[in-house]
């Protein structure tokens, strides 16, 4: 069984900045990637930024110049550094991780992320 904890969501004025991390935890399991996508109110959840295992990293255009992911292979985290952040990146942001085994794709419970004008 695979869990994921998320952290660092919260309340920021815009322009501000915020780090969120996300950890997995369980037994033997080995991950392909990870990433973190958000849902705002009353939208679809959509895909911000992913790493592979490698290194090799996507973000939403949206988000490119602001936002940069990264890993911590040895301690299975990954997080997402927030920077300029603008009201319109509102949202319960939800790490996921895409697991070669047991495979499939797991996700956080989610954290939200509120950015003030």
């Known amino acids: 069984q695979v869990q994921l904890v998320e952290s660092g969501g919260g309340l920021v004025q815009a322009g501000g900045s915020l780090q969120l991390s996300c950890a997995a935890s369980?037994?033997?399991?080995?991950?392909?990637?990870m990433g973190w996508y958000r849902q705002p109110p009353g939208k679809q959840r959509e895909r911000v930024a992913t790493?592979?295992?490698?290194?090799?990293?996507s973000y939403a255009d949206s988000v490119k110049g602001r936002f940069s992911i990264s890993s911590d292979n040895a301690k299975n985290t990954v997080y997402l550094q927030m920077n300029s952040l603008k009201p319109e990146d509102t949202a319960v942001y939800y790490c996921?991780?895409?697991?070669?085994?047991?495979?499939?794709?797991?996700w956080g419970q989610g954290t939200q992320v509120t950015v003030s004008s």
């Open positions: 996921k991780a895409r697991m070669v085994s047991p495979a499939g794709d797991y």
């Open positions: 369980g037994s033997a399991f080995i991950i392909n990637d």
């Open positions: 790493i592979t295992r490698g290194g090799r990293t």
